[in-house]
């Protein structure tokens, strides 16, 4: 195939992980060593970005902070949660479209690598779609990131195995603490993770027990399964009577034996207009509360678990870089239209064995992966060991990185702007 020459984009998308910014190293490193790629540039804000020309001249970076964007959390170009959606807005979309190619020929973007999750992947195979049909030169490879691992087709999904890691260990410590206070009157304390739809992140925390029935989560409570109030009640009473204490882990869009999630409030919508989730854990605590008169208490991880790159997972750091890695060797040899898999072997003597695979994009977008339910136990309190085995090893390792005066020592990208071509955006 004849060498495609021209300029590289690369952007991202959605909620932030703790090593999307290995993703982007990945990316920008492996184009440094390909000549048919005459400049790096970065959307500035994502999809958003782009339709706005705010683009930014990777070029003028320094390679020691390309460097440190392996052990930098949140997204080092910035991020949006920006849907061109041809379903119900086809005219707003068909415009999107329109700008982004304006764009991407102002500035002889050959090359397009958009890092995100199930919409980034969308978007993606929009562009290639959308390349395809108009005649222009362009390869588009998608880059794998989501706490939530809901992507299909790939073992798991780089962030996964750092938001698990962290969320594992705080369940661990504030069980430690929770324990340490349990007295006869018995106390049980309510740990809410992100997760609306899947529940990979809450079954996570499972590694905290390490295969202790007593030790702590004693329920994990996954979006895939319906619960009912009583039932829960019970198993809480049922722990509190046996260890006087219970620590319960509930992912963020946990639903009731209707299918109704219980912490949404439909008075108010977000972005993509699902309920606004305001709170499982405090539903379920005012009714533990009430009914058991049980001393009770929540925490939101919130924002910290994917934010936690100082106890990131080492392999999925890893994955992440060889994520964006591998979609410019793609590009390069011609591929367009794919989303970068991690794939999971062994070696001869069965240790894991990390590489990297590509799946069309069309196979990616609108398709959620959820928790096998074989995964988890049959009341559905618990994930069991299948689960175990998937995920302990995607939290092995730790990242070095540098310390400043007792704390972690992160990246900031300078973010020199490329000069706009073009009148603003309509």
Same mark, same amino acid.
């Given at each position: 195939?004849?060498?495609?020459?021209?300029?590289?984009?690369?952007?991202?998308?959605?909620?932030?992980?703790?090593?999307?910014?290995?993703?982007?190293?990945?990316?920008?490193?492996?184009?440094?060593?390909?000549?048919?790629?005459?400049?790096?540039?970065?959307?500035?804000?994502?999809?958003?970005?782009?339709?706005?020309?705010?683009?930014?001249?990777?070029?003028?970076?320094?390679?020691?902070?390309?460097?440190?964007?392996?052990?930098?959390?949140?997204?080092?170009?910035?991020?949006?949660?920006?849907?061109?959606?041809?379903?119900?807005?086809?005219?707003?979309?068909?415009?999107?479209?329109?700008?982004?190619?304006?764009?991407?020929?102002?500035?002889?973007?050959?090359?397009?690598?958009?890092?995100?999750?199930?919409?980034?992947?969308?978007?993606?195979?929009?562009?290639?779609?959308?390349?395809?049909?108009?005649?222009?030169?362009?390869?588009?490879?998608?880059?794998?990131?989501?706490?939530?691992?809901?992507?299909?087709?790939?073992?798991?999904?780089?962030?996964?195995?750092?938001?698990?890691?962290?969320?594992?260990?705080?369940?661990?410590?504030?069980?430690?603490?929770?324990?340490?206070?349990?007295?006869?009157?018995?106390?049980?304390?309510?740990?809410?993770?992100?997760?609306?739809?899947?529940?990979?992140?809450?079954?996570?925390?499972?590694?905290?027990?390490?295969?202790?029935?007593?030790?702590?989560?004693?329920?994990?409570?996954?979006?895939?399964?319906?619960?009912?109030?009583?039932?829960?009640?019970?198993?809480?009473?049922?722990?509190?009577?046996?260890?006087?204490?219970?620590?319960?882990?509930?992912?963020?869009?946990?639903?009731? !034996?209707?299918?109704?999630?219980?912490?949404?409030? *439909? =008075? %108010?919508?977000?972005?993509? /207009?699902?309920?606004?989730? $305001?709170? &499982?854990?405090?539903?379920?605590? !005012?009714?533990?509360?009430?009914?058991?008169?049980? *001393? =009770? %208490?929540?925490?939101?991880? /919130?924002?910290?678990?994917? $934010?936690? &790159?100082?106890?990131?997972?080492?392999?999925?750091?890893?994955?992440?870089?060889?994520?964006?890695?591998?979609?410019?060797?793609?590009?390069?040899?011609?591929?367009?239209?794919?989303?970068?898999?991690?794939?999971?072997?062994?070696?001869?003597?069965?240790?894991?064995?990390?590489?990297?695979?590509?799946?069309?994009?069309?196979?990616?977008?609108?398709?959620?992966?959820?928790?096998?339910?074989?995964?988890?136990?049959?009341?559905?309190?618990?994930?069991?060991?299948?689960?175990?085995?998937?995920?302990?090893?995607?939290?092995?390792?730790?990242?070095?990185?540098?310390?400043?005066?007792?704390?972690?020592?992160?990246?900031?990208?300078?973010?020199?702007?490329?000069?706009?071509?073009?009148?603003?955006?309509?």
């Amino acid at each position: 195939m004849a060498e495609l020459v021209g300029n590289l984009l690369v952007a991202q998308s959605g909620g932030p992980t703790s090593v999307i910014n290995s993703s982007l190293a990945g990316v920008i490193q492996e184009a440094g060593h390909h000549d048919c790629i005459e400049e790096i540039y970065g959307g500035a804000n994502g999809i958003l970005g782009v339709l706005n020309e705010d683009l930014i001249d990777i070029n003028d970076e320094r390679a020691r902070t390309i460097e440190g964007l392996r052990c930098t959390p949140a997204a080092a170009l910035g991020t949006c949660r920006y849907k061109i959606d041809f379903k119900k807005k086809p005219e707003k979309a068909a415009r999107d479209m329109d700008r982004l190619f304006e764009v991407f020929q102002a500035h002889n973007i050959r090359y397009f690598f958009y890092i995100g999750g199930n919409d980034s992947q969308d978007t993606s195979h929009k562009i290639h779609e959308e390349a395809v049909k108009r005649g222009y030169e362009m390869r588009v490879i998608g880059v794998p990131k989501t706490i939530d691992n809901d992507l299909p087709h790939t073992d798991s999904c780089p962030g996964y195995g750092s938001v698990i890691k962290y969320c594992a260990t705080t369940v661990m410590e504030v069980g430690i603490d929770v324990g340490s206070m349990a007295t006869d009157d018995g106390s049980c304390c309510i740990i809410e993770v992100m997760g609306r739809s899947a529940g990979w992140i809450a079954a996570g925390t499972v590694l905290a027990k390490r295969g202790q029935p007593a030790a702590p989560p004693h329920l994990i409570l996954l979006p895939e399964i319906r619960y009912s109030m009583d039932s829960i009640l019970a198993k809480v009473k049922e722990t509190v009577d046996a260890y006087k204490y219970c620590v319960m882990v509930v992912g963020e869009g946990i639903r009731d !034996e209707r299918g109704e999630e219980i912490g949404a409030d *439909k =008075t %108010r919508l977000d972005s993509f /207009g699902h309920p606004v989730l $305001a709170g &499982a854990a405090e539903k379920i605590k !005012e009714f533990v509360q009430g009914k058991l008169n049980t *001393k =009770t %208490r929540t925490v939101l991880l /919130g924002y910290a678990q994917r $934010a936690a &790159a100082h106890f990131a997972s080492l392999t999925d750091s890893n994955n992440a870089f060889a994520c964006g890695e591998a979609a410019v060797r793609a590009a390069i040899a011609g591929q367009s239209g794919y989303m970068v898999k991690i794939v999971r072997g062994l070696t001869p003597d069965g240790a894991i064995q990390w590489s990297t695979g590509l799946q069309p994009l069309g196979d990616i977008a609108n398709v959620e992966h959820f928790v096998p339910r074989d995964w988890v136990s049959e009341d559905g309190f618990l994930p069991n060991e299948k689960f175990v085995q998937y995920a302990q090893p995607l939290i092995e390792g730790e990242v070095k990185f540098p310390i400043e005066s007792g704390l972690p020592k992160y990246t900031v990208l300078e973010g020199n702007k490329v000069e706009k071509k073009l009148p603003p955006r309509a």
